[in-house]
């Protein structure tokens, strides 16, 4: 795993990572590198980035809210059950902002790619 990084030098590095448009698998190498979760502020940008969305981010401007996709009820309870998986020191509001998080980049990701949710 390498050296841990401290918490703040990680986050600096990360908004440096993400602020510079990188691909996923230098994202990937620098979370290896922290024991911390992703800052709420950023988890956004880190799913894009995961998902290839950074590069079309007019898919996230355009978006018009409406979570209607022909995988809709898959999307929310695969979501559901990973916020289930997440530490318990997370707080319900943190629960269901990352819920949220991931519904809307999965729906985005579907309607935009014409993907099938899997």
Same mark, same amino acid.
């Given at each position: ?12 590095? %990360? ?28 988890? %956004? ?5 995961? %998902?290839? %969305? ?65």
């Amino acid at each position: 795993r390498g050296d841990v990084l401290r918490s703040e030098e990680w986050q600096e590095r %990360l908004d440096a990572v993400l602020n510079e448009g990188v691909d996923y698998g230098a994202l990937r190498s620098l979370c290896r590198h922290c024991t911390k979760s992703i800052p709420g502020s950023r988890r %956004l940008d880190v799913w894009k980035v995961s %998902l290839g %969305l950074s590069r079309k981010s007019d898919a996230m401007q355009n978006w018009d809210g409406s979570f209607e996709c022909l995988d809709r009820d898959a999307i929310e309870e695969q979501c559901c059950r990973q916020v289930e998986r997440l530490p318990e020191d997370f707080s319900s509001d943190e629960r269901d902002a990352v819920c949220l998080d991931m519904r809307s980049i999965l729906t985005v990701y579907s309607k935009s790619t014409g993907q099938r949710f899997r």
